[in-house]
T-cell receptor
């Protein structure tokens, strides 16, 4: 059975802290891994990772995929209150366009 | 926002009534998806479409049907709504970004079944 596990499920930090969110997956015919950020609305796309060991960066956020270990991490440095959100991990798998399977997310709360 | 709109944005209905949610996109994407999001379960795929009149089931399709008579519209129907279908429903499209497929989400519809 395909599955995605994210950890921790929730995390409370203070502004300026650095956080690491984890995602492990088991899917057949893996194609890529996507990270989304969800505030009180629809998920918004952050990163897509297809190759192991290549870090993707966008400002204070970065992510890396380990295809051997079937996992990915999302790092956020110098956290701000605006980073408070649920972060979702979703491997894309299967043929043709592929389908996404989502983890339950990590709820990050950044306190001033 | 990838040109995706959903209607209605909020709906309250009673058990046993039919409900149709609409997803509309303006960028001619071939693939469209319906998800539901519930606390403790995350986002789960209900149905998806890979072209006009071409649809397939997802993980949680029981109690739902879909139709796609035009490229731009993907309809989700609850034939007889139940309280367990109270949820937030998201539509998504698949788009190629950097040569790879990425999904983008509509704003969501909050459905309450009393």
């Amino acid at each position: 059975e395909d599955k995605v596990v994210q950890s921790p499920l929730s995390l409370v930090v203070h502004e300026g802290d650095t956080v690491t969110l984890n995602c492990s997956y088991e899917v057949t015919n893996f194609r890529s891994l996507l990270w989304y950020k969800q505030e009180k609305k629809a998920p918004t796309f952050l990163f897509m990772l297809t190759s192991s060991g290549i870090e993707k960066k966008s400002g204070r956020l970065s992510s890396i995929l380990d295809k051997k270990e079937l996992s990915s991490i999302l790092n956020i440095t110098a956290t701000q209150t605006g980073d408070s959100a649920i972060y979702l991990c979703a491997p894309l798998y299967g043929g043709s366009q592929g389908n996404l399977i989502f983890g339950k997310g990590t709820k990050l709360s950044v306190k001033p | 926002d990838a040109g995706i709109t959903q209607s209605p944005r909020h709906k309250v209905t009673e058990t046993g009534t039919p409900v149709t949610l609409r997803c509309h996109q303006t960028e001619n994407h071939r693939y469209m998806y319906w998800y539901r999001q519930d606390p403790g379960h995350g986002l789960r795929l209900i149905h998806y479409s890979y072209g006009v009149k071409d649809t397939d089931k997802g993980e949680v399709s029981d109690g739902y049907s879909v139709s796609r008579s035009k490229t731009e519209d993907f309809l989700l129907t609850l034939e007889s709504a139940t309280s367990s279908q109270t949820s937030v429903y998201f539509c998504a499209i698949s788009s190629r970004t950097g040569g790879k497929n990425t999904q983008y989400f509509g704003p969501g519809t909050r459905l309450t079944v009393l």
